[in-house]
């Protein structure tokens, strides 16, 4: 149980252009999803805080208008990196939050790649 | 001020011997939960193990065990007879109140298994 998908899991693109990663809850409804970025060799980053219905609450210094975040359903998230360029190359990996959990535990996905040329 | 660290960047450990990944944790919140997460390079982050602020054992999962010290402020893992495939990324990470439960991480510590 508590499986995440994130697709795709890399993805290259030419600066300038857009790219959505997706993000599912495969078995279980998500109230929350987090969307984290992570450079090599360093910890996690929280983008942003994701809450089914509502808008996405960003961390200081994200660009909400560069990486849109739509959380449509709950078993759904979308991350969206407007106009990519190079230094936006990163790993992105989303997790999600069942509900209720005393826990808090996050489930992962596998994460998504992106180069951006 | 740092929240979780971790203060070991990187260990080498001989194969099926035990080792101790240190986490350290500051926060004012009475209930509060503490995660370890491993990360191959793969990329994935699988969870390891949980420990409840007012969990009164140490929590143990298989091979993972959690060496629990409140007054310390001290969240250690331990993994008992390391194998080739535990050589990862292993991130310590803290959840305080709050609606979101957002989780707070460390820095990482790069574990090598030797053969």
């Known amino acids: 149980g508590a499986v995440v998908s994130q697709h795709p899991s890399w993805v290259i693109c030419k600066s300038g252009t857009s790219v959505k990663i997706e993000c599912r809850s495969l078995?279980?409804?998500?109230?929350?999803m987090f969307w984290y970025r992570q450079f090599p060799k360093q910890s996690l980053m929280l983008m942003a805080t994701s809450n089914e219905g509502s808008k996405a609450t960003y961390e200081q210094g994200v660009e909400k208008d560069k990486f849109l975040i739509n959380h449509a359903s709950l078993t759904l998230s979308t991350l969206t990196v407007t106009s990519a360029h190079p230094e936006d190359s990163s790993f992105y990996i989303c997790?999600?939050?069942?509900?209720?959990?005393?826990?808090?535990?996050?489930?992962f996905g596998p994460g998504t790649r992106l180069t951006v040329l | 001020a740092q929240k979780i660290t971790q203060t070991q960047p990187g260990m080498f450990v001989q194969e099926k011997e035990a080792v101790t990944l240190d986490c350290t944790y500051d926060?004012?919140?009475?209930?509060?939960?503490l995660f370890w997460y491993k990360q191959p390079s793969s990329g994935e982050m699988i969870f390891l193990i949980y420990q409840g602020s007012y969990d009164q054992q140490n929590a143990t999962e298989g091979r993972y065990s959690l060496n629990f010290q409140k007054a310390r402020k001290s969240a250690n893992l331990v993994i008992s007879a390391s194998q080739l495939g535990d050589s990862a990324m292993y991130f310590c990470?803290?959840?305080?109140?709050?609606?979101?439960?957002?989780?707070?991480w460390g820095a990482g510590t790069k574990l090598i298994i030797k053969p």
């Open positions: 997790s999600a939050r069942d509900q209720p959990s005393g826990r808090g535990e996050q489930f």
């Open positions: 926060t004012s919140d009475p209930s509060y939960g």
């Open positions: 990470a803290m959840r305080e109140g709050g609606s979101n439960y957002q989780l707070i």
């Open positions: 078995d279980f409804q998500a109230t929350t």
